[in-house]
């Protein structure tokens, strides 16, 4: 198997984990980062899982991703959010 062949085929739904310290506004600035980058975006589509002591939470959703290109954008975008630690 060549490591550049594709293995997603495009358009798609993509799950997306994001890992953060847990502080006030950021679920918003998720949506608001996912919402920018998928204007078919629905916010009933978000799920979040706070760590046992809060200190930590991981918000989870659903991209429709157009291209490899498409989630390599909104990977940055993520990553440039006070508090992400991972974007899965």
């Known amino acids: 198997m060549k490591i550049s ?3 997603i085929s495009f358009p798609c739904d993509y799950p997306i984990k994001v890992l953060c310290g ?3 506004g950021l679920s918003k600035e998720i ?3 996912a919402s920018k980058h998928d204007l078919s975006f629905k916010e009933s589509s978000v799920s979040e899982k706070m760590s046992q002591k809060k200190n930590y939470v991981s ?3 659903i991209l429709r991703a157009l291209s490899e290109n498409h989630i390599k954008d909104l ?3 993520l990553k440039k959010i006070e508090s992400v630690k991972l974007v899965l």
């Open 59 to 61: 918000v989870s959703f």
């Open 75 to 77: 990977y940055l975008d």
């Open 31 to 33: 949506v608001e980062c």
């Open 22 to 24: 847990n502080r006030p």
């Open 5 to 7: 062949e594709q293995t």
